[in-house]
C-alpha cells in the first residue's frame, strides 16, 4: 500500500454527537457510529473534539469500540478532554493517547461515544477521528 503511514491514506470521520442548542450531559453511548468495510483493517491514528459553546468546566471524552458482542474495550488509554473556555482539545493542557493495543477496527465494529465529564455550559460537541492502513 503506497500510501500507508502517510497523510494521503487518512480517513475522517466526524461525528456530531450533541446539537449546537442542547447541554451535553456524561454518559455512555451518546453516540454509536458503524464501522464501514472502507476502513476495515485500519487503525485509529488521531481523536479530537470540539464544541461551540465554551464551557466553565472540562469535558473529559472516551472513544469505545463494541465488537458486536458484548465486549467492549476502550480505544483511548488518555481520553479527549477540552479545557475550561476552550473551543477544541486542539489545545488542552492533556493531549489523547491512543491505545495502540486497541487501535485497530474491523468491518461491523461499533464506535462508541462515551462522555465521562461533560457538564457545565458546553453545547455542540463533536468529535473527529482518523483511521489509517498501519
Not at 106 to 131: K, P
Amino acid at each position: 500500500d503506497a500510501f500507508a503511514g502517510s497523510d494521503y491514506g487518512k480517513r475522517l470521520v466526524q461525528l456530531k454527537v450533541v446539537a449546537d442548542d442542547t447541554a451535553a450531559t456524561t454518559g455512555s453511548n451518546k453516540m454509536i457510529w458503524f464501522v464501514p468495510v472502507e476502513l476495515n483493517g485500519m487503525n485509529l491514528v488521531d481523536a479530537e473534539a470540539y464544541i461551540t459553546t465554551t464551557s466553565n468546566s472540562v469535558q473529559t471524552i472516551q472513544v469505545r469500540k463494541r465488537d458486536g458482542t458484548a465486549t467492549s474495550v476502550y480505544m483511548l488509554s488518555t481520553n479527549i478532554t477540552i479545557d475550561v473556555n476552550e473551543w477544541s482539545s486542539l489545545t488542552a493542557a492533556t493531549a489523547p493517547v491512543i491505545d495502540a493495543a486497541n487501535d485497530d477496527v474491523a468491518t461491523g465494529n461499533m464506535i462508541a461515544i462515551d462522555f465521562a465529564g461533560a457538564t457545565g455550559t458546553a453545547r455542540g460537541i463533536g468529535v473527529q477521528l482518523s483511521f489509517q492502513t498501519p
